[in-house]
């Protein structure tokens, strides 16, 4: 089957390990909200967190950048920091030494003029994901928050600097009106057999990837069922912290309401055993929802979401 999945950070890339252990055909549409230029470099942290995952060599730890990293540049850039008294620079961002070879490989490549998706293909050559991953724009994009006393930062800066720990009025794709799909996008969801919305963060991640003109449209035009598994479990999400960002936009962090705020483009979604009643409330609204064990522990345990994702989809299929 060709299976074209809407994905997040570490969420997804964990998701996709045991999906694709199920042989299918999987094209992967990455989230480019997170994009930030730092020192000159452009750095996509989901579509490097799905390559290093699916290619063996993210952080088992972390959950982003790579294994077995070393922190030497971003230490030495803390001592300019130190020295100079400035506070300009972002070296509250970990970028690790290893890492930093695919920032720059990544940056060579887009000034020859490559666009992001193809650059994106390069990268993804070496690591061998077994997955076709490609951006949702070749446009740049990214996220910004609002914060309660009105001051806008860059996602990164909310997430890792202030650790979503103020509060966000709004959040908003910058550059999201210009976008356009990367070529492929939309081709890749009117053509697949299913659509998956993997656990990812609802708001900056797979709802980032639907605020690019032209893809929100193709997830609902597609003939293909689509099918979504909660990224929260009893209340709180299974990973990082998406309830802040549902706060920002007044959704409540629960399994229903995710499903409801996804609305229309979903015919399926999966809730864990623990929120039996969310699944049940949402079928008694109309939408096929079922309860199954969604804690990805282990690589069998992750096939086996992928494996009820895509039973469901058949079983809704239109
Ligand atoms: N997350 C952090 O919490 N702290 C960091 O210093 C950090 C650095 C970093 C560098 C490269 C990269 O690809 C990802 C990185 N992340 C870091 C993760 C990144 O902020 C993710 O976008 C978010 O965690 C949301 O998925």
């Known amino acids: 089957m060709r299976i074209t999945v809407l994905a997040g950070g570490i969420g997804a890339a964990r998701f996709l390990t045991g999906l694709r252990t199920l042989g299918h055909n999987i094209t992967v549409i990455g989230n480019n909200g997170d994009d930030v230029t730092m020192y000159g470099l452009r750095i996509c942290p989901d579509l490097d967190t799905v390559m290093y995952t ?10 982003w950048g790579r294994e077995d990293e070393t922190f030497r540049v971003r230490d030495d850039i803390g001592a300019y920091v130190a020295a100079s008294g400035t506070d300009d620079l972002p070296s509250w961002f970990g970028l690790g030494d290893l890492d930093l070879a695919t920032h720059l490989v990544r940056a060579h490549w887009l000034a020859e003029g ?3 998706s193809t650059v994106t293909a390069r990268l993804c050559a070496r690591w061998e994901t077994g997955v076709r991953l490609m951006p949702s724009t070749d446009d740049p994009v990214e996220t910004h928050v609002t914060l309660a006393d009105g001051e806008r930062v860059h996602f990164q800066e909310w997430w890792v600097r202030l650790h979503a720990s103020v509060p966000a009025n709004a959040i908003e794709l910058f550059g999201a009106a210009d976008a356009q799909p990367a070529p492929g996008v939309v081709d890749a969801i009117a053509d697949a057999d299913v659509v998956l919305l993997p656990p990812s963060n609802p708001v900056v991640s797979v709802g980032t990837i639907l605020a690019i003109k032209g893809i929100r449209e193709a997830v609902v035009a597609t003939a293909a069922p689509v099918v979504g598994v909660s990224p929260i479990i009893g209340g709180a999400p299974v ?3 998406a309830d802040a960002c549902l706060a920002a936009i007044g959704v409540e962090t629960s399994a229903y309401a995710v499903a409801r705020h996804y609305g229309d483009l979903l015919d399926g979604w999966l ?10 409330r949402l079928a008694g609204d109309g939408l096929a929802a079922r309860a199954v064990p969604l804690w990805m522990s282990d690589i069998d345990a992750t096939a086996r979401i992928a494996d009820a994702a895509l039973t469901l989809a058949a079983d809704v299929r239109k």
């Open 54 to 63: 699916l290619g063996g060599g993210i952080s088992a730890e972390r959950g």
């Open 114 to 116: 490559l666009p992001l």
């Open 239 to 241: 990973r990082g912290m």
């Open 271 to 280: 809730v864990d055993e623990s929120d039996k009643a969310d699944a049940d």
